[in-house]
């Protein structure tokens, strides 16, 4: 008997899934005109990006770059595209860049502050990246005395001696440690400072009236630009982190004395605003030192904003740990580790892998707060450009300069963002 002819006797062979289900098509269905309200939305905003680039559009491709006056880039954006046209005016930028970068650094020593970039760069690849060599760790630890000495100048002796401070610390406190614990801590940070006060002075200038060497000495009005804003805001953030780590720790301390001072500057200055802090670095801070003391406002703007950024980054530290399984705790302890040991370890990596987030999100915030230090006389990008717009050749120019700036900052942060993404995913451990 023959097969009803509606059974089918062969397989067909697969088809193409339809041009809507797959590749750009699914994506823009998916995700731009998935309901009506994200339909609304994306017209909404395609229309929004139409005119702004209708309107800035034509003003950028009209720019231009070589003139000498706002003036005179105003009459070739005429004498090119007719009269009554506008155009942007980057001339301003060709022009006084160097100026916006270095501020009043002396222009036959830019070398120093471009050199200290390099440097910085090296002395970074090792902390950021695994694959560098852990020996320029040593560079990295001796960098910011470094990068004091090419930037100021002065003698060299006395980043040297400065040095010689963490020196003594390390010395006290792995001699009085094994002794008593908390005994350790508090000489290993009075012990330096006592150093600083009283010792590093006198013995800096003997050594200089042996061997004199050095570099011709600047001062913090020689700064400004993004170079102050870069040497404020990479020193905050590279002195802020250990402290703050410190002060998370301190926090957590069983020992009363030491909780209770953590917490009392933990508290009191994250209640305190910075630009607070930056007037008391301006003009208080001198009433509290020795009569004579010469102490540059830019080094006394550096410790109250490392001192200020401290303090949000000891609670971010300590929302990881707090993230952290009590198991973990347990399990260092199971292996016979002391209390640094364990820190070291086991515990602390996983809190500072838990608080990425954080610790970035206070980086960027405080690199852009290094503006704030246009409040206390300092000439920062802002600064530079209000002190630019003044000048007769080119009062009246507006957007160009702050374009400028904004795409520099924005450098910077964009930058910190996306190593911050890399060191997630290279640290990520779960298989989501």
């Given at each position: 008997m023959a097969d009803p002819a509606y059974v089918r006797d062969q397989m067909l062979p697969p088809q193409k899934a339809p041009s809507t289900e797959v590749g750009t098509p699914?994506?823009?269905?998916?995700?731009?005109?998935?309901?009506?309200?994200?339909?609304?939305?994306?017209?909404?905003?395609l229309y929004a990006v139409y005119v702004v680039v209708g309107t800035i559009g034509p003003w950028l491709s009209r720019s231009v770059w070589n003139a000498s006056t706002l003036q005179e880039c105003r009459a070739i954006v005429e004498a090119t595209y007719g009269a009554g046209k506008t155009g942007a005016c980057f001339a301003v930028i060709n022009e006084r860049w160097q100026q916006i970068l270095f501020?009043?650094?002396?222009?036959?020593?830019?070398?120093?502050?471009?050199?200290?970039?390099?440097?910085?760069?090296?002395?970074?690849g090792p902390v950021l990246f695994t694959w560098v060599p852990r020996v320029f760790l040593w560079f990295s630890f001796a960098f910011p005395a470094v990068a004091f000495w090419l930037l100021w100048g002065g003698s060299v002796w006395l980043p040297i001696t400065i040095l010689l401070g963490f020196g003594v610390a390390y010395v006290v406190f792995r001699v009085l440690t094994p002794i008593n614990g908390l005994l350790g801590i508090v000489a290993a940070i009075v012990a330096p400072i006592l150093y600083w006060l009283f010792i590093c002075g006198p013995l800096e200038e003997a050594i200089h009236s042996l061997i004199p060497l050095g570099l011709h000495q600047l001062y913090s009005d020689d700064f400004g630009g993004f170079l102050l804003s870069t040497v404020i805001g990479v020193s905050g953030i590279a002195f802020s982190?250990?402290?703050?780590?410190?002060?998370?720790?301190?926090r957590q301390s069983d020992l009363f004395i030491v909780k209770t001072a953590c917490v009392a500057f933990i508290e009191g200055f994250r209640g305190v605003p910075l630009i607070t802090l930056l007037f008391v670095a301006s003009l208080l801070l001198n009433y509290f030192l020795p009569p004579g003391t010469e102490f540059d406002i830019i080094l006394r703007v550096i410790i109250m904003v490392t001192i200020f950024s401290a303090a949000y980054m000891a609670e971010v530290i300590r929302g990881g740990l707090a993230a952290l399984p009590r198991g973990q705790y347990e399990a260092a302890d199971s292996l016979g580790?002391?209390?640094?040991?364990?820190?070291?370890?086991?515990?602390?990596p996983q809190a500072l892998k838990i608080s990425i987030p954080g610790i970035v999100g206070n980086f960027i915030g405080l690199f852009k707060d290094t503006t704030l230090v246009s409040f206390i006389s300092l000439?920062?990008?802002?600064?530079?450009?209000?002190?630019?717009?003044?000048n007769q050749e080119w009062n009246g120019i507006y957007w160009e300069l702050f374009m400028f700036v904004g795409f520099l900052f924005f450098l910077f942060c964009f930058s910190m963002s996306r190593y911050s993404m890399?060191?997630?995913?290279?640290?990520?451990?779960?298989?989501?």
């Amino acid at each position: 008997m023959a097969d009803p002819a509606y059974v089918r006797d062969q397989m067909l062979p697969p088809q193409k899934a339809p041009s809507t289900e797959v590749g750009t098509p699914r994506w823009i269905r998916e995700n731009l005109f998935s309901g009506p309200l994200n339909t609304f939305l994306t017209v909404a905003a395609l229309y929004a990006v139409y005119v702004v680039v209708g309107t800035i559009g034509p003003w950028l491709s009209r720019s231009v770059w070589n003139a000498s006056t706002l003036q005179e880039c105003r009459a070739i954006v005429e004498a090119t595209y007719g009269a009554g046209k506008t155009g942007a005016c980057f001339a301003v930028i060709n022009e006084r860049w160097q100026q916006i970068l270095f501020g009043f650094y002396p222009r036959d020593l830019y070398w120093r502050p471009t050199l200290t970039l390099v440097l910085m760069l090296v002395a970074l690849g090792p902390v950021l990246f695994t694959w560098v060599p852990r020996v320029f760790l040593w560079f990295s630890f001796a960098f910011p005395a470094v990068a004091f000495w090419l930037l100021w100048g002065g003698s060299v002796w006395l980043p040297i001696t400065i040095l010689l401070g963490f020196g003594v610390a390390y010395v006290v406190f792995r001699v009085l440690t094994p002794i008593n614990g908390l005994l350790g801590i508090v000489a290993a940070i009075v012990a330096p400072i006592l150093y600083w006060l009283f010792i590093c002075g006198p013995l800096e200038e003997a050594i200089h009236s042996l061997i004199p060497l050095g570099l011709h000495q600047l001062y913090s009005d020689d700064f400004g630009g993004f170079l102050l804003s870069t040497v404020i805001g990479v020193s905050g953030i590279a002195f802020s982190l250990p402290i703050g780590i410190l002060l998370a720790l301190g926090r957590q301390s069983d020992l009363f004395i030491v909780k209770t001072a953590c917490v009392a500057f933990i508290e009191g200055f994250r209640g305190v605003p910075l630009i607070t802090l930056l007037f008391v670095a301006s003009l208080l801070l001198n009433y509290f030192l020795p009569p004579g003391t010469e102490f540059d406002i830019i080094l006394r703007v550096i410790i109250m904003v490392t001192i200020f950024s401290a303090a949000y980054m000891a609670e971010v530290i300590r929302g990881g740990l707090a993230a952290l399984p009590r198991g973990q705790y347990e399990a260092a302890d199971s292996l016979g580790l002391d209390y640094w040991q364990a820190q070291r370890l086991i515990v602390m990596p996983q809190a500072l892998k838990i608080s990425i987030p954080g610790i970035v999100g206070n980086f960027i915030g405080l690199f852009k707060d290094t503006t704030l230090v246009s409040f206390i006389s300092l000439q920062d990008p802002l600064q530079l450009v209000s002190s630019i717009r003044a000048n007769q050749e080119w009062n009246g120019i507006y957007w160009e300069l702050f374009m400028f700036v904004g795409f520099l900052f924005f450098l910077f942060c964009f930058s910190m963002s996306r190593y911050s993404m890399y060191l997630e995913g290279k640290l990520k451990t779960d298989h989501r």
